[in-house]
């Protein structure tokens, strides 16, 4: 009985691991998607500002 609960306690701390893995990843894509499209619209707006 107290194997398989240990057995379990660590099979979900390796999924609490992997999820918590894929959860860093997805928020730095995040980040880096909305640093790119603030930079693109700095960008944007200041080659506009310089035709003008």
Same mark, same amino acid.
């Given at each position: 009985?107290?194997?398989?609960?240990?057995?379990?306690? &660590?099979?979900?701390?390796?999924?609490?691991? $992997?999820?918590?893995?894929?959860?860093?990843?997805? =928020?730095?894509? *995040?980040? &880096?998607?909305?640093?790119?499209?603030?930079? $693109?619209?700095?960008?944007?707006?200041?080659?506009? =500002?310089?035709? *003008?």
């Amino acid at each position: 009985m107290a194997v398989s609960e240990q057995e379990n306690g &660590v099979a979900l701390a390796g999924v609490r691991r $992997s999820n918590a893995r894929h959860r860093l990843a997805a =928020q730095v894509s *995040l980040i &880096v998607v909305m640093i790119t499209i603030v930079l $693109s619209g700095f960008f944007y707006t200041n080659t506009h =500002q310089q035709a *003008l």
